[in-house]
């Protein structure tokens, strides 16, 4: 114990850790500090880190709670774990090889979404597009009273239809993920962290499709003072990615996004792990264009 060093990088959430020896198992008392790092920071980021495939899986696992070694289910071994997904506009088959993405939760529409994603830096070139984050947590805890007391009570509906063209702005560079199916969700705007308890101001500009109950004009005006609240500069933190570094998130609490990427930039290739892992979803996966394509 005490072996990891612990830095904040944003007031309001994430850490960054060092002293992690990348190893499976890990140590008792080292999984259950990690796990009270993550619930309460929502982002951790391990730097110069030699992290495979299966331990990069393994510790997505634990920390939301999953003991991986224990559930034959989440073998790390099994040949789906061992599919390598890497968000690249190298590799072939890269997943969003290019383009910009606008803030999210990946697949926020669904009951079982995502409880963590991480990435890994394999090849980065400078100078790279970074991650940005923001806390969906920490945009409940700083929300003004007046606009608390607007959206309490409310229920967003989530799904994959958004009206990202619109809410990029005409940016013809932002992506569209076009998913085989039509569902959507209807959460309360303050939604509840399974997990954690935390309050989450759960709206985002990607997914959010609409307020329950109110006119087109008035959901898209009231979300719109939302995301301006949410995506304050001030209160995102930009990954700068470096190859060999680990950026593990609670998919839920946090929303992130990234700038443009394009196929003659500079090489950009992470490995994205999910927890728990996609199974059904897995041949859900959308396909990317573009609002100029
Ligand atoms: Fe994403």
Known sequence: MGSLQVRAIHPGFGAEVSGLEPKVPLADDTIAQLRHLFDEK?????????????????LSLLLIGEDPLANPDQSLDSPSARRELLVSNREEGGNAPVGRLLYHSDYMWRDDVFRLLSLYGLKVEQPTSPTMFVSAAHGWETLPDELRARVEGLYAIHGQNASYDVRSGGDADVLLPKFADEETIRLPIAFRHPRTGQTLLYVTPQFTQR????SDADSEALLGELFDHLYRPDVEVQHLWRERDLVMWDNIALQHARPNITYEGPART??????????ANASKRPEFTTVGA
């Open 270 to 279: 992470l490995r994205k792990t999910f927890a728990p892992p996609p199974g």
């Open 42 to 58: 929502g982002l951790l980021v391990f730097r110069d880190i030699d992290a495979d495939l299966r331990f990069q899986t393994y």
């Open 211 to 214: 307020i329950d109950g109110l």
